[in-house]
């Protein structure tokens, strides 16, 4: 089975500064997906960003990048110039892929991101 | 384009009673996947309907089951409640395998 481990609880970063959250899972699958998602106060889960294993190049949203290394099976997400609205909870999460069958999201336990003014 | 829609947003149960969740996807979205979120247990995945189908299900007791009709809105009932089943319901669509996710704002549910 597929774990996904988010080893920071809280982070916290000024306004306009850049901020690394962390992310490793594990599996045996050669090929699949990763997820960043948000989950602002209101409670629905917003996708970020999302990688598949098969892509070198790390994605890339707007102020939302990736670094995704497949060997050390590390998915962290890096946001710049943090803005006020960026504040809530960021899960990462892993999907297998269609030929692999189960399709669930699996989800790290999250870290809450505080944006200081 | 509506999001996905569920209903209610906040519900209170006693202990022992059932309950019906609710959620309608986006338009043209044919699976429909319900997780249940916790402070203890975090994010855990409970079921996946598509084309009215069950396709797969999470580790979760039989109190705990679902169904989609041919419109694709899904329920989702839990018999017996458990003071443990407090938690949000969170309900998400995709159009087709191989899709990403769209997620509803949820169902909190609390068992008293």
């Keep these: 089975a597929q774990t996904v481990t988010q080893s920071q609880p809280e982070m916290s970063v000024q306004e306009a500064e850049t901020v690394t959250l962390s992310c490793t899972y594990d599996t045996s699958e050669s090929d699949y997906y990763l997820f960043w998602y948000k989950q602002p106060p209101s409670r629905q889960m917003i996708l970020v960003i999302r990688q598949e294993a098969y892509k070198q190049q790390n994605a890339t949203e707007n102020r939302f990048s990736v670094n995704f ?3 050390a099976k590390s998915f962290s ?3 710049s ?4 609205g960026d504040a ?3 899960f990462c999460a892993y999907r297998s892929t269609p030929n692999f ?3 669930k ?3 790290g336990t999250g870290t809450r991101l505080t944006i200081i003014p | 384009k509506a999001g996905v829609t569920q209903t209610p947003r906040y519900l209170i149960k006693t202990r022992g009673q059932q309950v019906t969740l609710s959620c309608s996807p986006i338009s043209g979205h044919r699976s429909v996947s319900w997780y249940q979120q916790t402070p ?3 994010l855990q995945f409970l079921f996946e309907y598509f084309s009215e189908t069950q396709r797969n299900k999470g580790n979760f007791p039989g109190r705990f089951s679902g169904r989609q009709f041919s ?3 899904s329920e989702m009932n839990v018999s017996t409640l458990e003071l443990g089943d407090s938690a949000l319901y969170l309900c998400a669509s995709r159009r087709d395998r191989g899709d990403g996710y769209t997620f509803g704002s949820g169902t909190r549910l609390t068992v008293v």
Excluded: H, P, V
């Excluded at chain 1, 110039?81 to 006020?84: R, T």
């Design chain 1, 81 to 84: 110039d943090s803005q006020l």
């Design chain 2, 71 to 73: 419109n694709s809105r």
């Design chain 1, 69 to 71: 290394q497949k060997a």
């Design chain 1, 105 to 107: 999201l699996t989800f």
């Design chain 1, 101 to 103: 069958g189960n399709e």
């Design chain 1, 77 to 79: 997400l890096k946001i």
């Design chain 1, 88 to 90: 809530a909870m960021y």
């Design chain 2, 40 to 42: 203890g247990q975090g």
